[in-house]
Each structure stands twice: as C-alpha cells, then as structure tokens.
C-alpha cells in the first residue's frame, strides 16, 4: 500500500482548501450580523429572515426550482432514450450524425448554445420566458444524461434481458422489469446531474429568458454586480444546502439499490446451485 509523502498531504490540503474555503466563508458569513460582508460583528440570522421577505428572490427560486424540476425529468427520459439508441442500435443510418447532435452541447460554449437557441426560439415565434428556458436547459441536459447512462449500459449483462424474453415477457416489460432497475443508479445519478446543471445555470438561461422568467443565478448575478450583500450569501448557502441534501438522498438510494441488487443476485446464484 503506497505511503502519503508530506507533499502529497500538503497538496491535497491546498487542493481542497482552495476548492471549498471560499464556500466556507460564504457560508459563514451569511450568519453575519454586520451588513459587510468582509467584517465579523457577531452570530445572526436576520438575513434568513430578510431573504424570506425580499419577493424578487423568492419568485426567482421558484422559477428556478420549477425549470430545475422540468429539466431534469425530460432531459433523463430522452438522454435514456439516445443512451440505448446509441448503445443497443449500434448500426443504423445517420448514427455518427446523431451521436454527433447528442455530444455537441458537451463540447459547445455556453455563450453560442445560448445564442443558437436565441436564434432558433426568434425564427419560429416563441415568446420568451419559462418554457423557452426549459427547452433551453433540457437541450444541453440531455447529453449529460445520455454520458452516464450509455457508460453503465456498455457494461450491461444483456443474458439477462435475453432470459427475459425467452420466459414470455414482451420487450418493453423486459426494459420496465429487468433493464431499468439495474441501470436505475445511473439514471438517478443522470437526473441529479441534470438538475444541478439546470440549477445553476447563468449564461444559457440569460440568452433564452424573457419577462417573468428570471432565475435565481440571473437576480443573484444582478445584485451582485451592485455588491455583495448578505442576503446573497444567504440564498447561496441553502442553495448549497439544496444541492447537498440532494446529493446525499441519491447517493443512499443508489447504495441501497445497489446492496438489493447484490443481494438478489446471491440469492439467484444460491438458488441455482
């Protein structure tokens, strides 16, 4: 087993410290009770409090929340979709096309994603605003969700489904029965990607947005440029607490889902023998 050099340890403190102190600080500091945020005057709340009443804040985390929501649903279902496509159709026409199509916002800047769809939404007469962000953030979600989907698919035991089908069950029982819970933890890992991406977007939402569909990234980065305030360092905290707790509850499902499979399948091969 290799030994932990005194660089190494002092690399990595740095390589954390650098990564996860300055939302240390932030969220230290959004318990603040002076409004400078760079001066300690004591422990407070009264920026939860304030935060709670400042309705542009409110609505804009609504907004964000419910394009988070949206997003994340749709973009998982279609990058599933092109994940299996990619995977299990592997020779059809057009496929380096639509592979292609499905990897681009991957490797796209922001800034023309954002423009591109301006274009697209202006050519055929929507209206900007909610539902034009969705789309927005679906577009560039759902290639992320087709990565972690296709990367558990190609180590797919496809016996399996083969089994299935030779009992009687019909294709799509099969994908609903067997397919689907086994590759469940990366769907759920896709979905918490994509609900992240959308959560935290700026620069796509900025170009598709319109009026009454400001997100909270966007009123954040407003207020901002005016200085920082301790509301925003209020928001951003449970924010971060948002994200977490979400991380956390879909890192226990996925473990959880994965000591059920393992155990089913000892039960299987016990059963077997």
Same mark, same amino acid.
């Given at each position: 087993?290799?030994?932990? /050099?005194r660089?190494?340890? @002092? ?11 300055p @939302?240390?600080l932030? =969220? @230290?500091? &959004? ?18 409090v304030?935060?709670f009443?400042n *309705? +542009? ?10 394009v ?14 092109? $994940?299996?496509?990619l ?6 026409? +057009?496929?380096?096309?639509? &592979?292609?199509m499905?990897?681009?916002?991957l =490797? ?5 994603? +954002?423009? /591109? ?5 202006v ?5 900007? +605003? ?14 992320? =969700?087709?990565?972690v =989907?296709? /990367? ?5 035991? *496809?016996?399996?489904?083969e089994?299935?089908? %030779? ?11 067997v ?15 994509a ?5 935290d %977007?700026?620069?796509i $939402?900025s170009f598709?947005?319109g ?17 920082v ?8 905290t @449970?924010?971060?607490?948002?994200v $977490?707790i979400?991380?956390?509850?879909a /890192? ?9 499979? *393992?155990?089913?399948?000892? *039960? $299987?091969a016990?059963?077997?023998?």
């Amino acid at each position: 087993m290799p030994r932990w /050099s005194r660089f190494n340890i @002092i690399s990595v403190v740095l390589g954390f410290a650098f990564l996860y102190l300055p @939302i240390l600080l932030l =969220v @230290i500091f &959004s318990f603040n009770e002076s409004r400078l945020v760079t001066v300690w005057a004591g422990f407070s709340t009264k920026w939860y409090v304030a935060l709670f009443q400042n *309705q +542009g804040l409110i609505d804009a985390a609504w907004v964000t929340i419910r394009v988070a929501l949206l997003t994340a649903t749709f973009a998982t279902v279609l990058g599933t979709l092109a $994940a299996l496509a990619l995977v299990r159709y592997s020779r059809f026409r +057009g496929r380096l096309l639509f &592979s292609g199509m499905v990897y681009a916002p991957l =490797v796209m800047p922001e800034v023309i994603t +954002g423009l /591109s769809l301006l274009l697209l939404f202006v050519a055929v007469g929507l209206d900007r +605003g909610f539902w034009t962000v969705t789309l927005a953030h679906i577009t560039f979600a759902m290639c992320f =969700v087709a990565v972690v =989907v296709q /990367s558990r698919l190609l180590s797919f035991d *496809q016996s399996v489904e083969e089994a299935a089908l %030779d009992l009687g069950a019909t294709p799509l029982r099969t994908f609903f029965e067997v397919t689907l819970p086994i590759i469940a933890p990366a769907v759920l890992s896709g979905w918490m990607l994509a609900f992240t991406l959308s959560l935290d %977007d700026l620069v796509i $939402a900025s170009f598709t947005t319109g009026p009454g569909a400001t997100t909270l990234p966007m009123k954040i980065y407003s207020q901002v440029r005016l200085g920082v305030t301790p509301e925003i360092n209020a928001a951003c905290t @449970i924010l971060i607490g948002f994200v $977490a707790i979400g991380v956390l509850i879909a /890192s226990i499902v996925t473990k959880q889902r994965e000591l059920q499979r *393992q155990r089913d399948e000892h *039960q $299987a091969a016990r059963g077997m023998s």
